[in-house]
């Protein structure tokens, strides 16, 4: 990665994986912009991290599912904000896991909204950044779900095949650009996943990471610095990372741990 631009992008920063990444950019002397839904949350997050790495930090509250909230935030940014070097693709969501047949449209919807067109919202507007630059990396955070369908998971299947998709047409789009793409898709990863899916039931939520050792948070964030870290000619395209315990959304070696 260039070193000249050292502005990194963190949609849905304010847990998990996008706060794993929030920090370890961070601590490697990048300037961040991360947005979230949650102010205080946002605020909080900026404060540790200058405080500690002291890098600077800008925070954007809005809801990426919101076309003209992405365009009104991201169009105000004073131009030396604008050359951003690497945007995460990180926000989105899993609500529910009902059969088709049961699903609840709102979930749906929000599904669709915030996995699918929040992240078509924020790169249509930061590619065109990177293409003024002539270099930039979008990494978008896809799933297993993406590559392997499973019962009930329907809807949040769908959205991360469209994540699947969309990356791969990105990196043909971008790529007289000389823009990179890459998608990485985690398996199990203990994070605030499993808990949004149950609409906050915390016991289920728990009882998903039974038994094995799933990965957590900071595993996929470090995983995403390897791949910016790379030289200028050299793109992953598409990556699965998964816990040594589990093969695929079905095969879980419980009791590892």
């Known amino acids: 990665m260039s070193t000249s631009n050292k502005i990194v992008m963190i949609t849905g920063a304010t847990s998990g994986i996008g706060e794993a990444c ?15 839904r949650r102010e205080e949350k946002l605020k909080s997050l900026r404060s540790k991290l200058e405080k500690r790495f002291g890098v600077n930090i800008t925070t954007l509250c809005f809801d990426v599912s919101d076309s003209k909230q992405v365009a009104s935030h991201l169009n105000q940014l004073p131009s030396r904000l604008k050359k951003v070097a690497v945007l995460i693709n990180n926000a989105g969501l899993s609500l529910g896991l009902d059969p088709i047949q049961d699903g609840e449209l709102t979930d749906w919807d929000t599904m669709i909204d915030t996995n699918i067109k929040g992240l078509l919202y924020v790169s249509k507007i930061v590619s065109n950044w990177m293409i003024e630059e002539s270099k930039g990396h979008i990494i978008n955070i896809g799933s297993i779900a993406g590559k392997q369908v499973y019962a009930n998971g329907n809807v949040y299947n769908a959205t991360k095949h469209a994540v699947d998709a969309l990356n791969q047409a990105m990196r043909i789009d971008l790529l007289k650009f000389g823009i990179k793409v890459t998608a990485i898709n985690p398996g199990a990863v203990e994070t605030a996943f499993s808990e949004v ?53 079905y095969y879980l070696n419980k009791n590892s741990e």
């Open 197 to 249: 899916r149950f609409h906050g039931d915390k016991e289920k939520a728990k009882k998903v990471y039974e038994g094995f050792e799933p990965l957590v948070a900071k595993d996929i964030a470090e995983t995403i610095f390897f791949v910016t870290s790379r030289p200028d000619h050299v793109n992953i395209n598409d990556l699965i990372i998964m816990p040594t315990a589990q093969a695929s959304p």
């Open 22 to 36: 929030a920090e370890i950019y961070a601590a490697n002397n990048f300037d961040l912009i991360i947005t979230g």
